[in-house]
């Protein structure tokens, strides 16, 4: 599973995301004093650990407080490894994770400019704001199988002979392990079990793991018996033969991430409401809140879970390892949140918290060969969690966060920026309705500038953000006789993209993506001439995932054209970020010109 990630796709070309937090001070040494440890695998009641320039120096320290170290006392709280979430799609937010308490991240399919670039940030050090990030790259699947409808243009694979070539493309590409599409039974093609047996021999060849996404008990058989290394998720049912494919998954020695969190959201049902509690709301706004809401499922089919916690509990009895993962990105999941729900429901399937612990630290760290990491132990990173109460009595304690460190740095300031960047939305929120300008008039064009009464303003907007390869250019006047200067945009939209665009965007917030109360206006209003080709009016708020669009045509003569907010799909006008001409999807060269942008108020 992955991600929409079509919301990310409409900011202007070349704008790179804007940062808010607050930088901590990097201490010269830290020492957690008195504490109890959970080091990965076993529980010390009361020890002092201590950790220096990125590395823990002494996981059992006896002596004075060095000087000039940081002291934080420890009494009635647990210190514990940083998170390491073994199943995401990192397509955005990746700022979140850390202030959760996950400071690393296995991805399963994400971009590939994301993924080295997350790379390249952890190869030159100091990656103290995002979580480390192992990845899949692209995932492996058939022509119109899973992973193939987000949009974004992937290689596949049709047969047992294009395996290895195929696999190496993804090693030359920077994957650190391969993952496999088996699944069928959901609308999606699939890969037969002779090109998946394939690929997990050429994977093996050149000594990387090959993980197996399934969607049912067949499946999740015949890829185990093909030579998986693990499967990265379970499967929603009521029944299931659990000890039979625990003993089949021990046999191959083989690993499971069940992914809770999501098979959840399948089964249309909430295990509890991360929302409702208040340190973790106060660092989610409206939009990343937004994921947490939604479902995949339409209807509470709780029942849908007896399998897969099923399976969960005769793998872990089999001795076979167990990750936790959230598959966040998804329908019910949010980045570093939800590994905090995951934690629950693994316990709920019958883990012991030391075991749901171990499988969110040690466990993946091994599985996945991912070094120095997932322990408290001298010489591993110092990515840590201090958590008030003991988790290994209550799972529930791991949300009691008092501190987070990232290769040594303290997270608090970052933490305290978030929050006080949510407030500041939600403060902005409650002002009510932007005052439209006198007329609504939001277009003030003129042939130096392309000014606007608030906001950011106009700007170009095209899929390089994305990697498309279509272009626009703008250019306002002459003035046309009553005064208004109309903006020409000349757009050639390249082929390669099922959502290829370019054209012109208005930012209404101060800020990228910033949403600003526009509720005040029920519609917008302009005019246009061009090419004669149809064009598209769209719109994105906050939290909102694929924009609202309204298609239009562009004739040889100036016309007037309304689009109701209504007839925007899903836009929220009290939280408008982004409003857009547009050319595309299909390719070829445009022209047209609006004038007079007008937000009306009726």
Same mark, same amino acid.
């Given at each position: ?79 514990? =490894? ?33 993924? @080295?670039?997350? @790379? $390249? ?9 995002? #979580? ?42 920077? %994957? ?13 093609? &699939? ?18 793991? !090959? ?24 499967? /929603? ?9 625990? $003993?089949?998954?021990?046999?191959? @020695?083989?690993?499971?991430? /069940? ?5 959840? &959201? ?24 937004? /994921?947490?809401? #939604?479902?995949?499922?339409?209807? &509470? ?29 998804? =329908? ?25 612990? !171990? ?18 132990? @001298? ?46 939305? #939600? ?9 439209? =300008?006198?007329?609504?008039?939001? %277009? ?63 930012? /209404? ?9 526009? %509720? !005040? ?19 994105? %708020? ?30 929220? =006008? ?27 108020? $009726?």
């Amino acid at each position: 599973m992955k991600p929409t990630v079509l919301k990310t796709l409409f900011l202007f070309a070349g704008m790179g995301c804007l940062i808010g937090y607050q930088q901590a001070a990097l201490a010269a040494a830290t020492l957690v004093r008195d504490v109890r440890v959970f080091d990965g695998k076993t529980v010390h009641e009361r020890r002092s650990v201590l950790f220096d320039k990125g590395v823990i120096v002494d996981a059992d320290y006896r002596g004075a407080a060095p000087n000039g170290a940081r002291v934080v006392e420890g009494g009635g709280r647990t210190l514990l =490894p940083g998170l390491i979430d073994a199943h995401t799609h990192a397509f955005r937010s990746q700022e979140l994770p850390v202030l959760f308490g996950v400071t690393t991240q296995v991805d399963m399919f994400t971009d590939l400019r994301l993924m @080295k670039k997350a @790379k $390249q940030a952890m190869a030159q050090g100091g990656n103290h704001h995002h #979580a480390d990030l192992f990845s899949a790259g692209t995932l492996v699947t058939a022509p119109n199988g899973h992973g193939t409808q987000f949009g974004i243009p992937i290689p596949t694979i049709t047969k047992p002979e294009q395996a290895q070539a195929f696999v190496d493309a993804r090693i030359a590409e920077g %994957s650190d392990f391969i993952k496999i599409v088996m699944e069928t039974g959901y609308g999606f093609h &699939s890969l037969d079990l002779a090109t998946a047996k394939a690929v997990i021999a050429a994977a093996h060849t050149r000594g990387k793991l !090959a993980v197996v996404h399934i969607g049912n008990e067949k499946d999740a058989r015949a890829v185990l018996e093909a030579g998986a290394d693990g499967l990265v998720h379970l499967f /929603p049912g009521e029944s299931a033969d659990a000890k039979g494919l625990a $003993q089949l998954a021990r046999s191959k @020695k083989a690993f499971v991430i /069940p992914t809770f969190a999501v098979l959840e &959201s399948m089964a249309g049902w909430r295990g509890d409401d991360l929302l409702a509690i208040p340190s973790f709301a106060s660092l989610l706004d409206k939009d990343a809140q937004a /994921p947490l809401k #939604a479902r995949y499922g339409n209807t &509470s089919r709780p029942e849908r879970l007896l399998a897969p916690k099923a399976v969960a509990r005769a793998m872990m009895e089999a001795g076979v390892p167990v990750l936790a993962g959230t598959d966040a990105g998804n =329908p019910g999941t949010q980045y570093g949140a939800s590994m905090h729900r995951e934690l629950a429901a693994l316990v709920d399937a019958g883990l012991t918290p030391a075991q749901a612990l !171990a499988a969110a630290t040690s466990v993946p760290a091994d599985v996945f060969k991912l070094g120095r990491r997932g322990r408290i132990d @001298k010489g591993y990173k110092a990515d840590l969690l201090l958590v008030e109460g003991n988790p290994v009595a209550d799972i529930l304690a791991t949300r009691r966060i008092v501190e987070v460190w990232k290769e040594g740095e303290s997270a608090n300031g970052l933490r305290e920026g978030q929050r006080q960047q949510v407030a500041r939305a #939600a403060q902005q929120a409650a002002k009510g309705p932007l005052a439209l =300008p006198a007329g609504g008039r939001i %277009s003030q064009f003129s042939e130096k500038q392309l000014a606007s009464p608030f906001g950011m303003g106009w700007g170009p907007s095209t899929d390089g953000f994305v990697g498309g390869k279509s272009t626009v250019a703008l250019a306002a006047g002459p003035a046309l006789p009553d005064g208004q200067v109309p903006l020409a945009i000349a757009a050639k939209v390249a082929p390669g993209l099922p959502f290829a665009w370019a054209g012109v965007a208005f930012m /209404p917030g101060s800020a990228q993506m910033q949403p600003v109360d526009l %509720s !005040a206006a029920k519609a917008v209003r302009f005019r246009v001439r061009g090419d004669g080709k149809s064009y598209q009016v769209i719109a994105m %708020s906050q939290g909102l995932q694929i924009p609202g669009a309204k298609p239009f045509t562009a004739g040889p003569e100036w016309s007037e054209v309304t689009v109701p907010f209504s007839d925007l799909k899903g836009i929220d =006008p009290a939280a408008v970020t982004m409003l857009g001409f547009n050319a595309g999807p299909q390719p070829g060269d445009y022209r047209f010109e609006i004038v007079d942008v007008r937000l009306l108020p $009726q």
